[in-house]
């Protein structure tokens, strides 16, 4: 199958600095990227879904001042934690899909941590 | 609105054992897709399976099974012959129009 590729795979921070996660198709064009949020022993939860080129849709409640992201190419797409605080951390999982296909391929996941 | 519902939160079984997750959905969309994921403890999501709404054939792979049944908007999972690596939470989602959603997961103990 696909390959999505998401970088760090974990990352700790202290509070009130940025992390950046980074998403990236290997071999296919991803038209649109989804960011998913994962508290422990809880599902994943759809933050926001972007499409190359265009501003991203943030799902009901998720702060788009706090979660910056960018879509600018068909192979990446970059989450940015601004200002994080102990109570953003959580694992992060990217998902990409291509126009021809409707399966969601996923990164291997960013725990971050914020102390 | 799109919703998976997955009723167990949570099944241990002993080594060899059959295993079913249950898994039910809601949405208006005629045409979706549903699927079924494997997350280990390391985190990432393993693709298991994907079937699309008019495909209602259940299916068969190894020791894992579906069972698609439109009329009851349910898509369950069973591993036969339940291993120790098969210890991990699964999750049922369902694919309509531009998003996918997951069910709340079922942890899955296997104990030897």
């Known amino acids: 199958g696909a390959v999505v590729s998401q970088h760090p795979s974990w990352v700790i921070c202290k509070s009130g600095t940025s992390v950046k996660i980074e998403c990236r198709s290997l071999?296919?064009?991803?038209?649109?990227m989804f960011w998913y949020r994962q508290f422990p022993k809880q599902s994943l939860m759809l933050m926001a879904t972007?499409?190359?080129?265009?501003?991203?849709?943030?799902e009901q409640g998720v702060e788009k001042d706090k979660f910056l992201i960018n879509h600018a190419s068909l192979t990446l797409s970059t989450l940015t934690v601004t200002s994080a605080h102990p109570e953003d951390s959580s694992f992060y999982i990217c998902s990409a899909r291509d126009r021809r296909d409707t399966e969601a391929f996923f990164g291997q996941g960013t725990r971050l941590t914020v102390v | 609105a799109q919703k998976v519902t997955q009723a167990q939160t949570e099944i241990s079984v002993v080594e060899k054992e059959d295993v079913t997750l249950d898994c039910v959905y809601e949405?208006?969309?005629?045409?979706?897709?549903l699927f079924w994921y494997k997350q280990p403890p390391s985190g990432e999501l393993v693709f298991l399976i994907r079937?699309?709404?008019?495909?209602?054939q259940n299916e068969i792979s190894g020791r894992y099974s579906w069972n698609f049944q439109k009329s009851t908007s349910s898509f369950n999972f069973t591993i036969t012959a339940s291993q120790v690596v098969d210890s991990a939470v699964y999750f049922c989602a369902l694919a309509a129009g531009n998003k996918l959603t997951f069910g709340g997961g079922t942890r899955v103990l296997v104990k030897p």
């Open positions: 949405t208006r969309d005629t045409t979706y897709y």
């Open positions: 972007s499409n190359e080129g265009s501003k991203a849709t943030y």
């Open positions: 079937r699309n709404s008019f495909d209602e």
């Open positions: 071999d296919f064009q991803a038209t649109t």
